[in-house]
């Protein structure tokens, strides 16, 4: 008999989380700074690769309410706050350590983002900045403040009779 997509996904899973409890295991076993910190690191990457896998098995269910359980899920294990400064700066604040750029998935931040960028800009009204001929140059949410140096603009920072929040279909 064949397995299902979701078997396949699960099977990886456990795979994953097995090779990681023995990584973690002989990381008892060794001796100096750098052998524990390669073997520490060696750890945290597997670990990325098992959150990935364990977060792609809900979408394998087929249930058509797979995605919205998984990002409450990711909502309540990672409370990611966002906001703006009293200067109108856009604010992303979230109490964890980031992976390293270049050697991560994208994905792993993706997972947490996005659900919560969606719900913060739910609330905010869009709003866009214009070229002469009706080409929107830039599109944001919340703050009204000329974030561009753009002609009959205000400059860069500073409120703009030219951005006012509209409940425009720019995007």
């Known amino acids: 008999m064949e397995l299902t997509i979701w078997e396949k996904a699960l099977g990886d899973a456990i795979r994953s989380a097995e090779m990681l409890v023995r990584k973690l ?23 990325e690769g098992v959150t990935l896998r364990v977060r792609s098995l809900p ?3 087929g ?4 995605r919205e359980h998984l990002r409450s899920a990711i909502r309540e294990a990672v409370p990611v706050e966002l906001g703006f400064t009293e200067q109108g700066w856009f604010c992303l604040r979230m109490p964890m ?15 947490f983002l996005y659900p919560a960028l969606e719900e913060f800009t739910a609330e905010l009204e869009m709003f866009g900045i214009q070229d002469k001929n009706g080409r929107y140059l830039w599109v944001g949410w919340g703050y009204m403040a000329c974030l561009a140096s ?15 929040p509209t409940k425009s279909d720019a995007g």
Request: charged content about 20%; aromatic content about 2%; hydrophobic content about 30%.
């Open 97 to 111: 350590l980031l992976p390293r750029k270049e050697k991560s998935s994208r994905s792993y931040l993706r997972g």
């Open 25 to 47: 295991k002989a990381l008892k076993s060794l001796g100096g700074a750098e052998e524990k910190l390669a073997g520490s690191v060696s750890a945290a990457k597997l670990s």
């Open 63 to 66: 249930h058509p309410l797979a």
């Open 150 to 164: 753009v002609p009959n603009h205000a400059p860069p920072g500073q409120a703009c009779d030219s951005c006012v």
């Open 59 to 61: 979408g394998h269910t």
